[in-house]
T-cell receptor, first 112, second 113 residues
Framework: DQQVKQNSPSLSVQEGRISIPNCDYT??????FLWYKKYPAEGPTFLIS?????DKNEDGRFTVFLNKSAKHLSLHIVPSQPGDSAVYFC???????????FGTGTRLAVRP | DSGVTQTPKHLITATGQRVTLRCSPR?????VYWYQQSLDQGLQFLIQ???????AKGNILERFSAQQFPDLHSELNLSSLELGDSALYFC????????????FGEGSRLTVL
């Protein structure tokens, strides 16, 4: 049962444009959402998070949007840079639980 | 550098064998999590320990076991290995047992031949 789904396995954008990895979730108990970035041969690193009491959180070039009614999460990266090329994982947790549930990842390639 | 150390980085072994993966969490972090990433798959949660006690269990096989020691390092034991156990095994740590931001190690890549 895939509770967090990233339906786009890959994404390719031009440098300077906007990149939008996204994910859908099914568990209505999830109330905290995170994005992780992973480079080859490295562990995932935390990028940005959002609580379910908000619908937007911004940190520099990265903004996460949460649509609770649609159970949809998106990450906006603008402007995209070649160094942003990585796999982006969406993750979610419930305050009643202790584990993060990850999606399968979206591989982003930013073309110079 | 996340501050989480995993050893070994690479391990090649045969079916039926047993291996131990080791994780040292960030200084001061009490929670340790183990995740498995198979080829082109997401990170599958295996198990979590908090200050030496098992806190949560995910899709961990009975052939796998883990523990967290008094110095807070953790070991993941994989036994009777099968070809399908080949994967990247990540350890992560956090300061509390309520998951927020996890800090991941670089992973241990296990290849079962």
């Amino acid at each position: 049962d895939q509770q967090v789904k990233q339906n786009s396995p890959s994404l390719s954008v031009q440098e300077g444009r906007i990149s939008i990895p996204n994910c859908d979730y099914t568990n209505s108990m999830f109330d905290y959402f995170l994005w992780y970035k992973k480079y080859p041969a490295e562990g995932p690193t935390f990028l940005i998070s959002i609580s379910s009491i908000k619908d937007k959180n911004e940190d520099g070039r990265f903004t996460v949007f949460l649509n609770k009614s649609a159970k949809h999460l998106s990450l906006h990266i603008v402007p995209s840079q070649p160094g942003d090329s990585a796999v982006y994982f969406c993750a979610a947790s419930a305050s009643s639980g202790d584990k993060l549930t990850f999606g399968t990842g979206t591989r982003l390639a930013v073309r110079p | 550098d996340s501050g989480v150390t995993q050893t070994p980085k690479h391990l090649i072994t045969a079916t039926g064998q047993r291996v131990t993966l080791r994780c040292s969490p960030r200084s001061g972090d009490l929670s340790v999590y183990w995740y498995q990433q198979s080829l082109d798959q997401g990170l599958q949660f295996l198990i979590q320990y908090y200050n030496g006690e098992e806190r949560a269990k995910g899709n961990i096989l009975e052939r796998f076991s883990a523990q967290q020691f008094p110095d807070l390092h953790s070991e993941l034991n994989l036994s009777s290995l099968e070809l399908g156990d080949s994967a990247l095994y990540f350890c992560a740590s956090s300061a509390t047992h309520n998951t927020g931001e996890l800090f991941f190690g670089e992973g241990s890549r296990l290849t079962v031949l």
